[in-house]
């Protein structure tokens, strides 16, 4: 898979700015986690109201990126999804309490992307998908499938909420919340490959956090092992 990064966003709560990013990058480290909201105030405020966290943490890295770029397919990955929200609603079906139909309707994996498509009346071809260890990688395929068919660019997000207390035992892939997109288009500077592996080191940070370290890193290869699979991304420029 060939490809550009044309540009890129990241957030994090405390974790905003490229400098900020750039300074965790060189000395990472798990940020607290206080709920803090990412700023969607480039929205009208009835629409901000429907916007769950996660949905304000694509919201708030991809619309920058999108702006001026014209119809453009949306690629969404998220392992987890939406967890505070579903299990709001369990516990609501535990305690027989009847369930309302907006939240559930805005708990579905795909219901940010729909959001997204009404709020920037965008009908492009979108996606939201799970994955395991290597959902930025899956995520890439799906994108890099869009631009081989001819879109002229693929906006990807990836982003994981911290999951509420109850799934601390359950869930240890998601350090602190985080949200990275991407906005890629049809070129040569990077090579993502795929090749079988019976073994490797697993990965320090989570797939799209090693990624932001390589790229603020000046790095020109990164390697990601999960499961039998091995994950090289190369910088192909001079």
């Known amino acids: 898979m060939n490809f550009q990064i044309e540009g890129l966003r990241a957030w994090a709560p405390g974790l905003e700015s490229e400098d900020d990013w750039r300074a965790w990058c060189n000395a990472p480290e798990v940020v607290p986690d206080d709920q803090q909201q990412p700023d969607v105030s480039f929205l ?7 916007l769950s966290r996660l949905a304000r943490m694509l919201f708030h890295v991809a619309w920058p990126l999108a702006e001026g770029q014209g119809p453009l397919p949306l690629v969404f990955a998220s392992r987890h999804g939406e967890t505070p929200r579903t299990l709001a609603i369990l516990n609501e079906l535990a305690k027989g309490e009847p369930l309302s139909p907006t939240q559930f309707s805005l708990s579905v994996h795909n219901a940010i992307i729909g ?19 290597d959902g930025l990688e899956q995520a890439m395929l799906e994108a890099s499938g869009l631009l081989a068919e001819g879109a002229p660019a693929v906006l990807l997000v990836i982003a994981e909420e911290l999951p509420p207390d109850l799934y ?27 090749a079988p592996a019976e073994s490797g080191l697993p990965a320090a940070w989570p797939h799209p956090l090693n990624l932001l370290r390589a790229l603020h890193g ?4 990164l390697t990601h092992y999960w499961k039998d699979r091995q994950w090289t991304w190369s910088r192909n420029e001079a």
């Open 115 to 133: 959001l997204w498509s009404i709020l920037r009346e965008d009908n492009s071809e979108m996606t939201a998908m799970a994955a395991a260890g």
């Open 168 to 194: 601390t035992a359950y869930i240890d892939d998601v350090p602190f919340s985080y949200a990275l997109a991407l906005l890629l288009k049809p070129g040569k500077t990077w090579t993502l490959s795929l």
């Open 44 to 50: 009208p405020a009835m629409q901000r109201r429907r």
């Open 218 to 221: 000046g790095q020109r290869t």
